[in-house]
Structures are given as C-alpha cells and as structure tokens.
C-alpha cells in the first residue's frame, strides 16, 4: 500500500470546521478504507499546528506543547493514507513547513506521497468574515481600521501579517507545496452563495480521496456568520467586558452562546460585506491570483474562476449600524443569558439540597453511639507507641492508606 | 532610488543565485553585508531562509565563531507567535504581486532578529534543564520563618535559607517582609515581571506606572505586610528596610549575599526569552528556568540596571512619604528607619537607563554563542 499523507492546511472560513467534524466522527470507518485520522480530540490538529509554528492562543499552547510531533509519529506508523487537517496551518513559514514534512517522513527511504490540499474563497466574502473571527476573538478594533491594516503594503500589524498569513493564496502555496508537483497540489474553491447544499462536501471528499466510502455527514459544528447589528453588538461588548471577563469565560459565554447559538440565527439582519469603494481594489487581487494558480497548473476541484468574488449585499456598515437593530439584538442577549441564569440558579437550588441532604445523612452517622465509642478508642490509642502500632496494623489489615481517624 | 522589491532577480534567476551564494557564504562565517554581496552559488538546501534568519547569522559571525549547529539553528528557525513572517531577500526572487514585500536584511530592526534569536535562547534553556540545587538532608526546624515581600530580593534569601538547612515554614512561623527604596522596589517589580509572564517593555510599563497613585502591586510593601498580617496577626510579621539586620530578623548568624540584579538589557532580554518559553514548557517550569537558568547566564554579562529618571524619583520620593506613613502606623515590627524607603536622589543630569535594542540583540548572540559552545564542547567530549 503507498503511504500518502494528505495536509488540509487552510484556509479559515472554508467550511473547515465541517470537514473536520465529519473526519473526527467518522474514524473508524475511515479506518477501515486504510485512512487515518490521527485524533484523540476535535482539536487535536489545532493544538499539533500551534506547537508546529509555536503560536501563542489563549492559554491553549500549554495543551500543544510536543503536540506535533506525537501527530508526525503517529501518521508515520500509519502504512495507508493520513489526513492532517487545520486552517491556521496555512501561516506556517517555510522553515516550520519544511520541519512538517521532514517530521513527516519525507527525505527518508520510506517517505510517503504528500498532498496539500488548500480549499479557497473568494476575498469578497473572505475580508469581512475575517474581520468578524478578529471581533469573535475579543478584539475591539472598527472594521474600517481593520480594512485599513489588510492595505498596508508594508504588512508591519499583526493584523495584516495574520490576514494576508492565512488568506493570500499563491503564497501560501509557495510555503506549502513549492517543492510538489501540481497534480499533488488540490485547490478546492468554495461555491458562490445558493448552490447546491452538498456541492462543497463532494469537492472536499474528492480533494481528500474519501470518495466511494459512506460517511455520516451530520455534524452539528459550525462556525457561522453574524449579520452588521450582531457583530456590531459583540464589538459592542468586548469594549465593555475585556478587561473583566476571564478569557475562559469569554468563549462559552460571548463567543459560543451569545455569537454562535443566539444572534447567528437572527437571519433578517443585512450581512456583512465590502464597502462599494474597496471592490476594485479586491477584484483585481482575485483575478491576479486566479491567473498565478491557473498557470501554476494545480489540480482544481471546482471552478478557479469562483475566486472572483461577487455580490449583491447591500452596503451596511458595522461601524455605524442601524442603533434599533443592536437593540433588538441586545434585547435577544439579554433574553438568552437571563434564561441560562435562570438554568443556573435551578442548578445551585438542587445541588445546594443535595449538599444538605448529604450533610443531614453525615451528622446522623457522626451522632450514633457506635461511631462515638469507636472514636474514643481511635483517640487513645494514637497518644501511645504501643496504640499508636496497633492502629497501623489495623490499617494494614483493613487496606487502607488514609491516616485520619 | 529604485525600489529594492521592483528590482528582477536578473536573467536566469541570477538573484536567487547570489542569494545562494550569500547563505554559503554565512555558513562558512562570512560577514558581508547582503548589499554588498555579489557572488553566486547553486541552491543549498530545500528553501532558502528568510532574511531575519539569514541576518542574525551575519550578525552571530560577527561577534564569534559558531559552531556547525548553532548556524543550522539559526537557519532553520522561525520566530514564534504572531507577528512578521520569514522575509524574503530583495533582489533574489522576481517580483511578484503577492507575499510580503522582500526586504534587504541590513534594514530590518534588531527587533524582528530578537524574535528569532530568542526562540533559540528559549530552546536552549529548555535544553540545559533545571541546575542540581544541594539541600543540606537535615532541616534546623528552629525559628521557623518565611519571606515575602520584593520578590526578586525575597527569592535569594529564602533559597540561602534553605541551603543552610532552614526550610520555610513550621509552627507559628514570622513572616519577614522584605523591602527597599521606594524606587528599588519599583525598578525590581519590572525585573521581576520579566522573569514571570513578561509583560510591557519598561518605557510602557514605567510610563503606567508613574501615572497612577499606588505603587505598582509587586512593590507596594504596605500592601504586602497588611495581607500577611491580615492572615498571620501582626505579631507575626515583621518588615525589614535595613538589609543588615536581615540575619538577625530570621535568626540566622551568617550574612546574606544581596540579591544579584540583571543589567537592563539582561532583564530585557528575559522578557523577550518569556514568550517563546511558554511555548516549551508549562507556566511553573517557566518560571523557574527564568530564574534558575537563565538568569545565571544573564549574570555573567553585567551592566547598569534600569533605573527611574529625576521626574520618576521625584514620584517614588512621594509615594515613600506614604508608604513610610502606613508601616509607622501599622501595629507590625518595622526593622530599619522609614527613611530608607526615600530613594538616593539622581543627579539632575541622570536619564532613565532602559534597555536598548541593539546591545539586547548583541547580548542575545552572546548568549547564543555561548551556548554553541558549550553544545559543541559536550558533544566532542561524548565522542
């Protein structure tokens, strides 16, 4: 069997999280067609890519410290095909790639085939949904500031240097796959707006090989969009709360029930998109990039020419959103985190007589006569030697280490 | 001037060959500077290395003779975290319209050759491990105390402690709180946050610092004593200004050596040594490399400490005043004269000492040569 190892390595905001809910899941069955996904945890590639390009996130490197290479040991035990799959891999430098691939056995005898795999959007849609990962992420910064630093020719912000990191596509694949031949290069382009449902799902199991095997594709893990008022509110509240909560508060609370299960699904909302002034600008970086991979012969699932973003959003500006519409979504805030306090309170009220009831049964064992003798005899023995060996005995005997009476 | 970046890489990939050319020669310990270079070779590895890798290498020929691994090292590494990527040389690739734009390495700030270098220092500590620390087997249980208070001057007392047989701790133990000049303490709270999490540089921090009216946390000694008495009595806590009665105050004959401060530069470096650490190792073993190897390092390269400005000791003579107030009024031994916490005046000619980039940098390839050195002198004595 040839060894192959398949790198999925960007970019965000392409239906990874999907693609790597439905890998995760469906390991056994991959197994059994000889495909690995090496995976003791959903993110056990986020914290291998952040040990790979020793990225700080959140407190999370302590988790992804030697993560990588327990990964690369993993897949070169593997004697079929591997999947490695995470979007921030696509800011890796050639040096922490070139480590990837030698961790991953290439340059020895037995080195196996390597595919990179880089599904790709267009920048119309990409820009603004970057903007709203930044503001998800607690940062507190206008969208016109950050349209600002992405166009900077001299890139010097973290902002930019990320951006452009993860989302410039010719350069990625310089970093990645400058020394593989084309055909073992798959760019999968994510479908514009109102296609079919499962036409990006089918372009992924191609790219990865995973055609033919019957995968169970429900997933409840997505990474969905927020509409101008709902992103606005969420900058809204970062400006509010960074200083005071915890950031292993923030994600459950702000992130996970207010961004992703509430105000995602206020779908009314006008989405977030480019302002009108910016598109000529953006239009000619994605035709640019569709002629470099179009010449560079790349293997394309999909058609190139969707990285030619359109659209018919109409123009909404987060910085200035319409203030009854943050209402109405605060009021939605306000809602959801009163009924999980709510939730919460019920909880305390029935662990609370839990506890008393716990007690109760505890005080009644403390005040029988049995237990009273026994602790008079314990007392006395321990203020002697001779006691004092007669109670370690009775502990050996008994088989337990605690000391306490 | 033409733009470096709009320069073609020549007929031929002319460019990418001097490149070449320029990496052998680096590796051979060559010292020009890329503008300058104009020799050719073929390509010498899989890629070619970004232009901070490539510069901190000249940089480290500079200053010494590295040794085979130490170059490969430095070669192959990528700064950590978030921040520029690898950059690629002006006028050794053709100019595309994507990527960052090529830079000439002789212009890029010690900075961006920091975040290189000190990812290796961190691999590099990681490497040496913890030094042996020699306890004496039998604890003197008499007098049992503990230390607290300006941390960088609290840890090497309680560690001399200990190496003479006297462990914190024990019933009914007095807690000795341990302080300064006001300024001391302020200058020492920096330093010590370089040895934990890292934090601002000093100019930041210092600038926070003197805006507000407390002390910074790490150097309000009032504070300090009033948590510990708060938990303990006052009766068992004593604070100490006056260093020559810190034998007395924790019962031990013999003095205790001073606690050795970092220069500026070292204390900066540290800082810089924090964040890629974090990456290797879990936030306690940090700390204690920090402090337990890395500092020693530091150590053999002294130099002037940070030190407040006129204007900022003007500020730590106010807050002295206070501070001085609060443990006079406060119902715990006070060891020394309130005087002490004023700090000397500067002279009125006397800047701020920071650290400085470039001797930072300087300072990190000392370091890196050194430990070359030593990883070359191991691995030819194994053989």
Redesign the interface.
């Given at each position: 069997m040839t060894r192959k190892v398949v790198l999925h390595v960007g970019t965000p905001k392409t239906g990874t999280s999907y693609v790597q809910d439905v890998l995760f899941k469906n390991r056994p069955t991959l197994l059994e067609h000889g495909i690995l996904y090496p995976a003791e945890r959903f993110d056990a590639h986020f914290l291998a890519a952040l040990?790979l390009?020793?990225?700080?996130w959140g407190g999370l490197?302590?988790e992804?410290?030697g993560a990588w290479d327990r990964l690369a040991a993993t897949v070169r035990a593997h004697p079929g095909t591997a999947i490695i799959s995470h979007e921030i891999l696509a800011?890796a430098?050639?040096?922490?790639?070139?480590?990837a691939l030698d961790s991953l056995g290439l340059g020895r005898a037995d080195e196996p085939e390597i595919h990179v795999v880089l599904s790709v959007r267009d920048l119309v849609r990409q820009i603004p949904a970057e903007w709203q990962e930044n503001v998800k992420h607690r940062r507190t910064f206008t969208y016109e500031r950050f349209l600002e630093l992405i166009r900077d020719?001299?890139?010097?912000s973290?902002i930019a240097?990320?951006f452009?990191?993860v989302q410039?596509?010719?350069?990625i694949l310089?970093r990645w796959a400058?020394?593989l031949p084309p055909e073992r290069v798959h760019l999968v382009t994510v479908p514009p707006p109102g296609g079919a449902p499962d036409l990006l799902w089918k372009r992924f199991s191609r790219a990865l090989g995973l055609d033919g095997i019957d995968l169970d594709l429900q997933t409840d893990r997505s990474n969905p969009s927020l509409g101008v008022p709902e992103i606005a509110l969420v900058r809204r509240i970062n400006r509010m709360t960074n200083k005071e909560l915890a950031p292993a508060h923030y994600r459950p609370l702000v992130r996970e029930m207010l961004a992703h299960q509430t105000l995602s699904q206020r779908r009314d909302s006008p989405r977030l998109s480019l302002p009108p002034d910016l598109r000529p600008w953006v239009e000619e970086?994605e035709r640019?990039?569709v002629a470099?991979v179009s010449r560079r012969g790349y293997d394309v699932v999909g058609d190139v020419e969707e990285l030619v973003g359109t659209t018919t959003q109409r123009w909404a500006d987060p910085d200035k959103p319409a203030e009854k519409a943050v209402a109405w979504a605060g009021l939605d805030a306000i809602r959801v985190l009163l009924l999980d306090n709510a939730r919460l309170m019920g909880e305390e009220e029935r662990l609370r007589a839990e506890l008393d009831e716990a007690r109760a049964a505890l005080e009644r064992a403390y005040l029988r006569p049995t237990y009273k003798a026994r602790e008079k005899v314990v007392r006395r023995l321990e203020t002697s030697e001779g006691g004092r060996k007669v109670m370690a005995g009775y502990r050996a005997l008994r088989g337990r280490s605690s000391r306490s009476a | 001037m033409s733009d470096p970046t709009d320069r073609p890489d020549g007929p031929d990939g002319a460019g990418e060959r001097r490149a070449w050319g320029w990496v052998a020669s680096l590796r051979a310990g060559g010292t020009t500077p890329w503008a300058d270079w104009r020799d050719e070779a073929e390509r010498g590895s899989?890629?070619?290395?970004?232009a901070q890798?490539l510069e901190l290498l000249r940089r480290v020929n500079l200053l010494g003779r590295p040794g085979p691994a130490l170059v490969e090292r430095v070669?192959?590494?990528?700064a950590?975290?978030?921040?520029?990527?690898?950059l690629l040389l002006a006028g050794a690739s053709r100019p595309?319209?994507?990527?960052?734009?090529p830079v000439d390495p002789g212009d890029l700030p010690a900075t961006e050759l920091l975040r290189v270098a000190t990812?290796l220092i961190a691999e590099d500590v990681v490497a040496a491990g913890l030094p042996e620390v020699q306890v004496p087997r039998l604890n003197r249980p008499w007098r049992p105390y503990e230390v607290a208070g300006v941390r960088w001057l609290a840890g090497p007392v309680r560690d001399q402690m200990v190496r003479r047989g006297r462990r914190p701790g024990g019933r009914g133990f007095v807690a000795t709180i341990v302080g300064a000049d006001v300024a001391t303490m302020v200058e020492l709270a920096w330093v010590s946050r370089c040895f934990d999490e890292g934090g601002p540089d000093w100019s930041s921090w210092i600038g926070g610092a003197t805006r507000r009216p407390t002390p910074p946390p790490r150097a309000d000694l009032p504070d300090m004593a009033a948590t510990w008495a708060g938990g303990l009595g006052a009766h068992r806590v004593q604070v100490v200004l006056d260093h020559d009665r810190l034998p007395y105050a924790l019962g031990t004959r013999r003095a205790l050596a001073p606690a050795p401060v970092p220069s500026a530069d070292a204390a900066e470096l540290a800082r810089w040594v924090t964040?890629?650490l974090?990456?290797?190792?879990?936030?306690q073993e940090q700390a204690e490399l920090l402090r337990r190897t890395l500092l020693p390092w530091l150590l053999r390269h002294p130099g002037p400490p940070v030190r407040l400005d006129v204007e900022q000791r003007a500020w730590a003579a106010d807050l002295a005043g206070r501070m001085a107030r609060t443990l006079r009024d406060a119902e715990y031994a006070v060891l020394g004269s309130t005087d002490l916490l004023v700090p000397a005046p500067a002279a009125r000619t006397q800047g701020s000492a920071g650290p400085d980039d470039d001797r930072v940098l300087e300072l990190a390839v000392r370091l890196l040569l050194e430990r070359g050195e030593r990883t070359t002198g191991a691995a030819v004595a194994r053989r």
């Open positions: 040990d390009m020793r990225l700080p490197q302590s992804a410290i800011t430098s050639r040096s922490q790639v070139g480590r020719p001299e890139r010097e973290r240097t990320w452009w990191g410039e596509i010719p350069d310089d400058g020394d970086l640019s990039w470099e | 899989r890629f070619l290395p970004g890798q070669l192959a590494a990528s950590p975290g978030r921040g520029r990527p690898d595309t319209s994507y990527g960052p734009r990812n964040a890629p974090g990456l290797l190792v879990l936030p």
